[in-house]
């Protein structure tokens, strides 16, 4: 029977995990470490940072990813660039801007590597090959910047 | 949607992003967005030119990341390269088949957008270029320039019975203006320029300044010793006799810039005289100051000499900051029982050939591969080169009569020089130029060893140095791994820098 960890965001909500999702977070992989864990441990992590949409959304990922292998130490040469992520991953990421950028900050605060990876990608990608402009029009941002 | 997206975004998480970026031109937009992003898109790029300077000096990793092209040049080693902005040019180049002869030169212009990594042919007008190889590009206001090389020639030789592809040097000059794409040709001063190919060439205050080069004809062997100067603007070339101890006469050796005044030429191989065949490999350092009206050649001191004096005599260096790095690939597969490695044999000329005065041009040289015939897997020094039917260890057999371009000649007894190679590690070997200038110091680093494809190439290949990277194009990868219908067989490049977080 696997353990059980209980994660509290924002707004009140409780979720039960699998420890062996939760601790794809580092965040909450040190905590567990520190705290120690009993069996019948009633302890409830708080993430004051991250609201239950988002990790949600962030645990819907570490549960498809919880089995993946590490990055292999030798580069494997394929046809994909560096830049591609899998397309489970980009269907998952086709979500709105707000959204997006709550992922990110919440795989930051988690400390949850591969997914940081691959929504910083996945913004990457939407700068990659843009003008000044376009770039400024997509992430709706004022030019408050005059060169020298 | 907020105002100001950017804001909710703290500094170390765009730099993450930033970094996965080509340090080109999606960086240089990014930096004019807003303040933020500018701060951080300079951070980025200076993380990124820092990381590599340290990788080159041992003192952080580097990683070798394989591009695989759709549209690119067709296999070729020996292409003329040169870095302007945002891309890669690339002209020419020889096509060279499995027994390292080569069978085709090509006079193609492409541009690699180093941005998003696709090559394009570039379709000038004008007067195009002879196809040709083991030439050199030098970027000069708006223009590239393109000297010397060698072409194919096909000539009739009653003595091998056939059609023979002769490799002879050219001595003509064309300039690419890029903004208007036209090809113009230099005719000139033609009488007087040496045809040379393999030679070194900087510029300098409107001057290209030729050094060494492979060049034909014993009077001619004695015009290597000399600095040749292009002047750009009136095409007119001068001889500089320079006063004193000068470096020897030498071609495939690294000619770098080192500011206005100097520059710095660093191993080859020495000219034998008398013959075609590759002297002893160099690793010497000279710098030629030219800063007073009395040019001089300095002899540098060189601390940690390289452990392989073959590296800076085969390979070209790049200049990457105050470094100038050879790659070092070394690696080998045990393929069937065999290692398996790269021998390059030289012939003697055929006494017979002499006798006929033909045009010293000609050039019977070849590599075999040949199975190498280890007595035990602990020793590794002892090579017995032997005649096998085993190509490669894979399939076919060794001609021993080569009927496809030598006709009717016997392979002579060769002088046998191997090169082994490791697995699939790489090393970057960097000579730090800093004290160069002042001190007439220059000091080896080697890297720690890097992970690359099997396939990166070890003959032929061009080295150029974008931002915070260092691209490898064209080439010759190790013969087993030239063509197998089990690979993907589409052209590669590859781009070494530091080893960043998200890979």
């Known amino acids: 029977m696997s353990k059980i960890i209980k994660l509290q965001t924002s707004d009140g909500e409780i979720f039960d995990v699998d420890v062996e999702v939760a601790t794809c977070s580092g965040l909450i992989k040190t905590m567990l470490e520190v705290l120690g864990m009993d069996e019948n441990d009633e302890e409830i992590v708080s993430l004051p940072n991250v609201s239950s949409a988002i990790l949600k959304k962030v645990l819907e990922w570490t549960k498809y990813h919880k089995d993946d292998a590490p990055p292999p130490e030798v580069d494997e040469p394929t046809d994909k660039s560096s830049h591609e992520i899998c397309s489970w991953d980009y269907n998952f990421l086709k979500v709105d801007q707000g959204t997006l950028f709550e992922i990110i900050l919440a795989a930051n605060y988690l400390d949850i590597k591969g997914l940081l990876v691959v929504t910083c990608k996945t913004v990457a990608n939407m700068i990659k090959g843009k003008s000044l402009e376009d770039i400024r029009k997509t992430f709706n941002i004022k030019n408050g910047f005059t060169p020298a | ?503």
């Open chain 2, 1 to 503: 949607m907020d105002e100001n997206m950017s804001k909710t975004l703290p500094d170390e998480i765009l730099e993450i992003i930033f970094r996965s970026l080509a340090p080109y031109s999606d960086l240089r937009s990014c930096s004019l967005v807003c303040k933020q992003w500018n701060r951080v898109a300079k951070s980025t790029y200076r993380y990124g030119i820092d990381k590599l300077y340290s990788g080159l000096r041992g003192s952080a990793l580097l990683q070798c990341t394989t591009q695989i092209h759709d549209i690119a040049p067709s296999r070729r080693s020996h292409v003329a390269t040169c870095v302007v902005g945002d891309y890669l040019y690339a002209f020419g180049g020889s096509f060279v088949d499995d027994y390292r002869d080569y069978r085709a030169a090509f006079n193609d212009l492409w541009k690699m957008n180093l941005s998003s990594r696709k090559w394009e042919r570039i379709i000038p007008t004008g007067q195009y270029p002879k196809p040709r190889f083991c030439a050199n590009l030098v970027h000069h206001d708006g223009n590239l320039i393109l000297y010397g090389g060698r072409m194919l020639h096909r000539s009739h030789s009653v003595l091998q019975g056939g059609i023979v592809l002769l490799s002879v040097p050219i001595n003509e000059i064309h300039v690419f203006q890029m903004e208007s794409c036209r090809w113009i040709s230099d005719y000139r001063t033609l009488d007087i320029v040496p045809h040379i190919s393999m030679y070194g060439v900087t510029e300098h205050k409107g001057m290209l300044v030729v050094t060494g080069g492979h060049i034909h004809s014993e009077a001619a062997i004695a015009e290597n010793e000399h600095v040749w100067c292009y002047c750009i603007e009136s095409g007119d070339w001068t001889k500089r006799d320079v006063e004193g101890p000068k470096p020897g006469p030498r071609r495939k050796h690294t000619q770098v810039k080192l500011d206005d005044d100097h520059l710095l030429l660093i191993g080859g191989v020495r000219i034998v005289r008398g013959t075609d065949n590759d002297g002893q490999p160099q690793n010497d350092c000279w710098m030629l100051d030219m800063s007073q009206p009395d040019w001089k050649w300095i002899l540098m001191t060189v601390d940690r000499p390289a452990e392989n004096s073959l590296l800076c005599s085969n390979h070209r260096g790049c200049k990457v900051g105050d470094n100038l790095v050879f790659l070092h690939p070394k690696c080998s597969m045990n393929i069937g029982g065999h290692r398996c490695g790269i021998i390059r044999v030289q012939r003697r000329r055929n006494p017979g050939l002499d006798a006929l005065h033909l045009p010293h041009a000609l050039e019977p040289h070849g590599i075999y591969r040949i199975p190498l015939e280890i007595n035990n897997q602990n020793d590794r020094n002892v090579i017995r080169a032997q005649p096998d039917v085993n190509v490669n260890g894979r399939r076919g057999e060794l001609c021993q009569d080569r009927t496809h371009t030598v006709r009717g000649v016997q392979p002579y007894p060769a002088v046998v020089r191997s090169y082994q190679f490791e697995k699939k590690e790489y090393f970057a070997y960097s000579l730090d130029l800093e004290e160069a200038i002042v001190k007439h110091t220059v000091r080896w680093r080697k890297s720690l060893p890097f992970w690359g494809d099997e396939r990166l190439p070890v003959l032929g290949f061009s080295v150029d140095y974008g931002a915070g990277e260092i691209i490898v194009t064209g080439g010759l990868p190790l013969p087993c791994f030239q063509s197998r219908c089990d690979v993907d067989n589409r052209e590669r490049s590859y781009f070494i820098a530091h080893k960043s977080v998200l890979s």
